[in-house]
C-alpha cells in the first residue's frame, strides 16, 4: 500500500519535474506579442499578493485594467495594492478583496459582495495555489490541495459564471484562466477517494488537484459553447517558476533546486506572462478548451480527455460544494 500510493506519486511528479526542466533548460520562455489595451475592463486575480499572481496582475493592470486582487493576507495585500496604484499606468486601477479559498462560505460571501457593486467581469484568472504541504484539511473538511487548488475554483468559477456571461461579447469574450502543471501529467484522480484519506500522499494530491483543473477547463468550455455563452476557458501550464510553492519540497530537494532554480526555472513575471497571453491576447480571443504551455496550444494528459471522467468529476463537485449540475450563477 505504501509503495503504490505515497512512493510512486513521488517519482511520478519528480520524473514530470525533470522533463519540465530539460524542456526548459533548451527553450527560453516565449516572447509575449503586443496586447491590446484592456482599458475599462475588470479582472479577478486569486492568490495575486506574491509570484505569479503578483506578476500577473500587475501586467493586467498595466494594459490598464481594473484587477482586483484577492486572498488571505489582508496587510500584504494591501500593500501590493499601493505599489500597484503608485505605478498608475494606462489608467488602471487595483484594489485588494479578503477572500479565503479554504472556506465556501467566504467565497459565497465574496462573490455576494461583488455582485452587489454592480460590476462587469471580463478576465477571472484562477491561480491560488498550494503544494506538496503536510496533510490537512479545509474548513469544510476537503483535503487541503483538491479544497483549494481545484474545488474553491469550481466553486467561484460558477458562481460568477452570469456575470461573466453578461460581460461578454462577440468578437471579445470575457475569460477564465486555469492554472494547472505538467504535474497533471502524473496525476490519477481517485474518484472513490478524492480527499486521500485512506492513504495520503502530497504529491499525489497535488497531481491529483492539477488534473481536476484540466478536466474542469474541457468540460467547462464544452458547456459555455453549446450554451452560446460568449465566455472562453483554458488552462495553464507556466512551467517550473522560482516561486514559494517549491518552500515545501524535502530538504535534500530544496538543497538541490537552489542552484538549479537560478540556471533554469522561469521567474515569476515569466510565469504569469502564458496566463496574460491567454487573458488578454488578440490570438486567444475566442479560442477555448486549450491546454497552453510556454504561449504555445499543447496536448495535455491523455485522461484528461476522457469526456466520462469530465462529467463524473463536474457531477461530483456540484454535489461536495452544493451546487444543481445545471445552474451556475446562483449563490
Excluded at 491560488?128 to 479545509?138: C, D, F, H, K, S
Aim: net charge positive; with cysteine; glycine share 8%.
Amino acid at each position: 500500500m505504501w509503495l503504490t500510493e505515497v512512493l510512486v506519486p513521488l517519482l511520478r511528479l519528480y520524473l514530470c519535474g525533470m522533463k519540465v526542466l530539460w524542456y526548459q533548460l533548451f527553450h527560453k520562455s516565449f516572447t509575449m506579442p503586443a496586447l491590446p489595451s484592456q482599458s475599462g475592463r475588470v479582472a479577478i486575480v486569486t492568490g495575486a499578493t506574491r509570484g505569479m499572481g503578483l506578476e500577473t496582475a500587475r501586467q493586467l493592470h498595466r494594459l490598464g485594467m481594473h484587477v482586483i486582487i484577492v486572498g488571505n493576507e489582508r496587510e500584504e495585500g494591501q500593500e501590493v495594492v499601493k505599489k500597484l496604484n503608485a505605478e498608475n499606468h494606462n489608467g488602471g486601477k487595483a484594489e485588494f478583496i479578503f477572500l479565503d479559498l479554504t472556506s465556501l462560505k467566504s467565497i459565497r460571501q465574496f462573490v455576494q459582495n461583488f455582485k452587489q457593486r454592480r460590476l462587469p467581469l471580463h478576465v477571472l484568472v484562477n491561480n491560488a495555489g498550494t503544494m506538496l504541504v503536510p496533510e490537512r484539511r479545509t474548513e469544510d473538511g476537503f483535503e487541503l490541495h483538491f479544497g483549494l487548488n481545484y474545488l474553491s475554483h469550481f466553486l467561484l468559477t460558477n458562481l460568477l459564471l452570469d456575470v461573466l456571461k453578461d460581460s461578454g461579447k462577440s468578437g471579445r469574450c470575457a475569460r477564465i484562466v486555469n492554472m494547472s502543471s505538467a504535474t497533471h501529467y502524473s496525476g490519477v484522480l481517485k474518484m472513490d477517494d478524492l480527499n486521500r484519506r485512506s492513504c495520503y500522499s502530497s504529491h499525489g494530491a497535488y497531481a491529483q488537484s492539477k488534473l481536476a483543473l484540466v478536466l474542469f477547463t474541457y468540460v467547462l468550455q464544452e458547456r459555455l459553447g453549446s450554451g452560446g455563452a460568449q465566455v472562453s476557458v483554458n488552462v495553464v501550464d507556466p512551467g517550473m517558476v522560482d516561486t514559494a510553492l517549491y518552500n515545501n519540497l524535502w530538504t535534500l530537494a530544496q538543497m538541490l533546486k537552489k542552484p538549479v532554480a537560478k540556471l533554469i526555472f522561469r521567474t515569476p513575471a515569466e510565469g504569469a506572462s502564458t496566463a496574460v497571453f491567454a487573458a488578454v491576447s488578440s490570438q486567444m480571443e475566442g479560442v477555448g478548451g486549450v491546454y497552453l504551455y510556454n504561449g504555445e496550444k499543447t496536448r495535455s494528459s491523455e485522461i484528461s480527455y476522457d469526456s466520462d471522467l469530465q462529467v463524473r468529476l463536474w457531477k461530483t463537485s456540484c454535489r461536495l460544494v452544493g451546487l444543481s449540475e445545471d445552474t451556475t450563477g446562483k449563490i
